[in-house]
Each structure stands twice: as structure tokens, then as C-alpha cells.
């Protein structure tokens, strides 16, 4: 039988051990629990061992849940596709989002953004895979992105953020994540100060930690197989 509580652990180990076969200390990466699909419930299993960060990829769901629990204070990362229609709900209810990929965007959340609230930490998610992959912004459009983003009040530019394409090919996956780290580093010596890389999920976050990633996204390791939707 498993559980949560014992999947957060398998969870943490990997992250552990991928961390020693980088040569990077522990603690360098951080866990983001991606709860999309799991009910309130599910999310204070894994509070009680220890977790505090979630992911969510719909915004009215995930406010239900955060309603829910915020006897809890816990930190609540969009990380879904990000529709217009949608920042406000974001701006007004979220910590982090992930999934920031053009300027229009930006402006909402950053004119949505409730000035009473510490700024919205905000990542920048490039399409690193090319045709294999639709969301995003192209790899040579992200530094005029990251620096327009820089410069908006309450927003603060944290980092980038990937999904590459599926697939178990483990060098594929590796060169989609160095893309992106390249870029973060490209940006910072422009002047930016980024300190995040939101890359590697359930299948892939070893070859993503061997990347230099800072924050890995998983759902299926921590909560088990989500049902088709
Ligand atoms: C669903 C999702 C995850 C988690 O994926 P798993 O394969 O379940 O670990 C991570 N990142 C994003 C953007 C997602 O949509």
C-alpha cells in the first residue's frame, strides 16, 4: 500500500540522491506538490508530512481548494496555461505563476495585482521543444519577454520555467533543460536577477536536477495516477 506520506518521502529521496550524482548540495531544489485533480483532502495528507508548496493548472480549482485550507497558509503556484480572462483570479489568489508567456499577460497581473499583497513571483515558461510542443514563448522572444516583465510593479521576475515534450529519452530531456539554463544564465548576465528554474516533473526530474533546475513540479510520484479529465 502506498501513501502520500510515503510517496513524499520516495519523492524527496530522489531528489536527494539526484542532487549527490550533480555535485550540488542538498537543498538546492525545491519540491513543488502539484495537487491539480486531488481534493482538499489530498493536500493536507501531504501537509501533514511536510509539505507546503502546491501547483495547480486551474485557477477556479485551485482557489476552491486554497478557501478550503487557509487555516493552513500554505504557498499556491499557477502553474496552467494562462488565459486573460483567468489573471485576475490569479493575480488576487496566487504566490507564484509559472506559466507567464507573453506581455499582455503580464500587464494584467501586474496591473491586477493588489498592492497590499507582496509582488506576484513570476516565471517565465519558454517552449524549449520547438513544433513538438505549443506553450510557451520561443526561446528568442523570452529576453525581450523577461525584461519587460523586470521592469512591471508588483510583479517580481524570478525565472523560466519548461515542459518539454514527453518522452523517456533521457539525453533529449537533458538538452531541452540545458536550453533553458543557458537562457537563465544569458539573462542574468543582461542584468537580470533571476534564481529560479522551474524544470523536471514526476518522469523526468532527475536529468532536470543534472540541469541545474531549482524547483521541481510533481504530481503522479506524490498523489498517484490522476483520472483522465
Ligand atoms: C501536471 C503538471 C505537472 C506534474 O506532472 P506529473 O507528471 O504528474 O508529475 C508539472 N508541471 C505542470 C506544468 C503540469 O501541468
Same mark, same amino acid.
Given at each position: 500500500?502506498?501513501?502520500?506520506?510515503?510517496?513524499?518521502?520516495?519523492?524527496?529521496?530522489?531528489?536527494?540522491?539526484?542532487?549527490?550524482?550533480?555535485?550540488?548540495?542538498?537543498?538546492?531544489?525545491?519540491?513543488?506538490?502539484?495537487?491539480?485533480?486531488?481534493?482538499?483532502?489530498?493536500?493536507?495528507?501531504?501537509?501533514?508530512?511536510?509539505?507546503?508548496?502546491?501547483?495547480?493548472?486551474?485557477?477556479?480549482?485551485?482557489?476552491?481548494?486554497?478557501?478550503?485550507?487557509?487555516?493552513?497558509?500554505?504557498?499556491?503556484?499557477?502553474?496552467?496555461?494562462?488565459?486573460?480572462?483567468?489573471?485576475?483570479?490569479?493575480?488576487?489568489?496566487?504566490?507564484?505563476? !509559472?506559466?507567464?508567456?507573453?506581455?499582455?499577460?503580464?500587464?494584467?497581473?501586474?496591473?491586477?495585482?493588489?498592492?497590499?499583497?507582496?509582488?506576484?513571483?513570476?516565471?517565465?515558461?519558454?517552449?524549449?521543444?520547438?513544433?513538438?510542443?505549443?506553450?510557451?514563448?520561443?526561446?528568442?522572444?523570452?529576453?525581450?519577454?523577461? !525584461?519587460?516583465?523586470?521592469?512591471?510593479?508588483?510583479?517580481?521576475?524570478?525565472?523560466?520555467?519548461?515542459?518539454?515534450?514527453?518522452?523517456?529519452?533521457?539525453?533529449?530531456?537533458?538538452?531541452?533543460?540545458?536550453?533553458?539554463?543557458?537562457? !537563465?544564465?544569458?539573462?542574468?548576465?543582461?542584468?537580470?536577477?533571476?534564481?529560479?528554474?522551474?524544470?523536471?516533473?514526476?518522469?523526468?526530474?532527475?536529468?532536470?536536477?543534472?540541469?541545474?533546475?531549482?524547483?521541481?513540479?510533481?504530481?503522479?510520484?506524490?498523489?498517484?495516477?490522476?483520472?483522465?479529465?
Amino acid at each position: 500500500m502506498t501513501s502520500i506520506a510515503a510517496n513524499l518521502q520516495a519523492v524527496r529521496a530522489r531528489i536527494a540522491a539526484a542532487c549527490v550524482a550533480a555535485g550540488r548540495p542538498a537543498g538546492s531544489v525545491q519540491l513543488l506538490a502539484v495537487s491539480k485533480t486531488w481534493p482538499a483532502a489530498s493536500v493536507r495528507e501531504a501537509v501533514a508530512a511536510g509539505q507546503r508548496a502546491f501547483g495547480e493548472n486551474y485557477a477556479q480549482e485551485a482557489v476552491d481548494k486554497a478557501t478550503e485550507l487557509t487555516d493552513l497558509g500554505l504557498e499556491w503556484h499557477f502553474i496552467g496555461p494562462l488565459q486573460s480572462n483567468k489573471s485576475r483570479l490569479v493575480a488576487e489568489n496566487f504566490d507564484w505563476v !509559472h506559466t507567464l508567456d507573453r506581455l499582455k499577460i503580464a500587464e494584467r497581473l501586474a496591473a491586477q495585482r493588489p498592492p497590499a499583497l507582496v509582488p506576484l513571483q513570476v516565471c517565465i515558461q519558454v517552449n524549449v521543444s520547438g513544433e513538438a510542443s505549443k506553450s510557451g514563448c520561443a526561446p528568442d522572444q523570452a529576453a525581450a519577454l523577461a !525584461h519587460a516583465a523586470a521592469a512591471l510593479p508588483n510583479l517580481c521576475l524570478r525565472g523560466l520555467m519548461a515542459i518539454p515534450e514527453p518522452g523517456d529519452d533521457v539525453r533529449l530531456q537533458r538538452r531541452r533543460f540545458a536550453l533553458l539554463r543557458q537562457l !537563465h544564465d544569458r539573462f542574468n548576465t543582461e542584468g537580470l536577477l533571476l534564481d529560479t528554474l522551474s524544470m523536471g516533473m514526476s518522469h523526468d526530474l532527475e536529468a532536470a536536477i543534472m540541469e541545474g533546475a531549482t524547483l521541481v513540479r510533481v504530481g503522479t510520484a506524490i498523489f498517484g495516477e490522476r483520472k483522465p479529465a
